[in-house]
């Protein structure tokens, strides 16, 4: 699924001249960061692939960024102030080094859902500048428990992406790579959430270049810029997954969603699933050595499901590498869903000697293996009903474990990923 802009208006809140200019500001904090040449990926798409490793920043990705452009250009008053914001951590993370540096004292408003591995991370580089707070389930709740701040203290809001100065501070992400390459690039992909990183770039890109295009990637289970698109403006998702923490947003940008809007067909917005994202993170990690977090690898997975043009030159930027190593069995997990490799049923089997045995001996492929066998209840003396889990080594097998199922003595129900059962017993 995806959305072009081709018929939107083309006035931008930005300028090239405006990301310059941050570039030059932020030059003394922010690394320039590797523009890394991707064999494999070059090898699977037959374009040449460059990754912008921005997970390599000190913060551990570009959020540093845009949260320094806004800082440096507050007044002496609004840094006495005190300075607010709120972010699901990578945000949080590039306001408090900044605030550090510059001597500035803050308070950060994280959501519930934020990784202990990016909270301690706020609490490191801020130091004694920084306070941090849990400001509700989602970041939408965490924003508006900053503004709330705001309006009770008089401090001054540093936005996550929603802001022109912070937008331009992202944006020099494409000063660099017009820099790092011989000649510009046909596709930049960007990683969406609230859409400040892809906003500065896509506007750095439409002025300084040619012919490139862009790709915007949201999680599918987060898709709110696309949703602005359809809607012609910013609206409110009902739902959002929070399992890709750093793009779980459920409104656009105002002058994010102007910016892409502003920049016609160059640039398309697309979804993708959850499970692809975490195939992709495993696949940096195992073969590059990349640690990306979920945000950071929307870029890698998106490449791979999309139409790239043998020959083109394509940067995908790999935003962000702060990922709880918690997280991995939930990643493996919905990796191998995403694969059609793991799969749950509700087995109903006769509770006799034997049955147990029977079923994995007849339904069972030789290469089949059990992740999870758990009865539901037993509270009938003939028949009970388990949960099993059972992992693949192919896709391709399901076809016969279903068959083997279905000319069994139990009766089988396979769990759909997206159903409410699945959900509630996984």
Do not use: W
Not at 168 to 184: F, K, N, P, Y
Not at 257 to 272: F, Q, R
Request: hydrophobic share 40%; with cysteine; aromatic share 6%.
């Amino acid at each position: 699924m995806s959305t072009d802009l081709s018929q939107s208006p083309r006035t931008s809140p930005l300028s090239a001249a405006d990301i310059d200019e941050a570039a030059r500001r932020i030059s003394a904090v922010v690394t320039c960061s590797p523009l890394q040449h991707s064999d494999r990926l070059s090898a699977a798409t037959g374009a040449q692939v460059y990754l912008k490793r921005e997970d390599l920043q000190s913060v551990r990705s570009y959020k540093l960024r845009g949260a320094y452009n806004l800082l440096m250009q507050l007044s002496e008053a609004e840094l006495q102030a005190g300075v607010v914001c709120a972010s699901a951590g990578n945000h949080a993370q590039g306001f408090a080094l900044a605030c550090r540096s510059m001597g500035v004292h803050g308070r950060v408003y994280v959501p519930a859902k934020t990784p202990k591995q990016k909270r301690d991370r706020i609490r490191y580089h801020g130091g004694d500048f920084i306070e941090l707070i849990v400001g509700g389930k989602t970041f939408d709740l965490a924003a508006q428990a900053a503004l709330d701040d705001v309006a009770r203290t008089g401090a001054t809001l540093v936005p996550p992406f929603d802001d022109l100065r912070t937008m331009a501070g992202q944006g020099t992400i494409a000063v660099e790579i017009l820099d790092q390459l011989d000649d510009e690039p046909d596709l930049v992909i960007v990683p969406v959430g609230g859409g400040g990183c892809i906003a500065g770039i896509t506007t750095y890109l439409a002025e300084r270049t040619t012919n490139t295009s862009v790709l915007g990637v949201e999680p599918a289970g987060a898709a709110s810029m696309m949703a602005a698109l359809a809607a012609g403006g910013p609206v409110t998702l009902e739902h959002v997954d929070q399992f890709v923490d750093g793009a779980a947003v459920a409104r656009a940008g105002t002058h994010t969603y102007a910016a892409l809007a502003a920049a016609g067909d160059m640039v398309t917005i697309t979804s993708i699933d959850e499970g692809a994202i975490c195939s992709a993170m495993l696949d940096l990690y195992q073969n590059e050595g990349i640690i990306a977090e979920p945000a950071g690898a929307l870029s890698a997975a998106a490449l791979m499901e999309a139409d790239i043009v043998p020959g083109s030159t394509v940067v995908c930027i790999i935003s962000g590498g702060n990922n709880d190593v918690s997280r991995y069995g939930e990643v493996l997990e919905r990796s191998l869903v995403h694969r059609g490799l793991k799969h749950y049923f509700l087995v109903d089997f006769p509770q006799e000697p034997g049955a147990l045995r029977r079923f994995l001996d007849t339904v069972l492929g030789p290469n089949d293996d059990i992740t999870l066998f758990e009865y539901v209840k037993r509270n009938n003396r003939e028949t009970g009903e388990a949960l099993v889990g059972i992992e693949l080594t192919s896709a391709s097998d399901l076809d016969g474990l279903l068959q083997r199922m279905h000319e069994s003595e139990a009766h089988v129900e396979l769990l759909e990923p997206d159903s409410p059962t699945y959900r509630y017993l996984t």
